[in-house]
């Protein structure tokens, strides 16, 4: 019996050794596993990061670009409205030379006849 008992303590033994080894082995494949997890996260967040850092790059140049055309659709307005503004002073002041020579015109229709009509009238009455 006792020779048996100890084939039975060795092969516990060696059972007992293989269940170590293999929670060893099996703790050692949940670490590797968890590194590479934490690479692929830190990796991803890294990659976050670059994208939120482009991002905002890219968010601060359409800015000043937006802002520039901006200002250069207004400056191309405010030269246009000038130029219609001196186009409407002209158009302005024909008009008003225009209306002056009609006002001339109509005056000088109803302007009395010169003094030397009315004279020879006054002469034949005499």
């Known amino acids: 019996m006792l020779p048996e008992a100890v084939h039975r303590a060795d092969a516990l033994l060696a059972d007992r050794e293989e269940v170590v ?8 494949r ?12 830190t990796s991803e967040h890294e990659v976050y990061l670059a994208a939120v850092a482009e991002a905002q790059a ?9 802002e520039r055309q901006r200002r250069e659709t207004d400056d191309y307005i405010d030269a246009k409205l000038a130029t219609f503004e001196i186009t409407l002073q002209k ?6 030379r225009a209306r002056d020579r009609l006002r ?5 229709d109803l302007a009395p006849e010169p003094l030397t009509y009315v004279d020879e009238l006054y002469d034949e009455g005499r």
């Open 21 to 28: 080894l293999e929670g060893r082995r099996e703790a050692n």
């Open 30 to 41: 949940i670490i590797d596993r968890a590194r590479s997890e934490a690479d692929r996260l």
């Open 58 to 66: 890219l968010r601060s140049q359409s800015a000043l670009e937006s």
């Open 91 to 96: 158009s302005l002041q024909i008009v008003d």
């Open 104 to 108: 001339g015109q109509i005056y000088q």
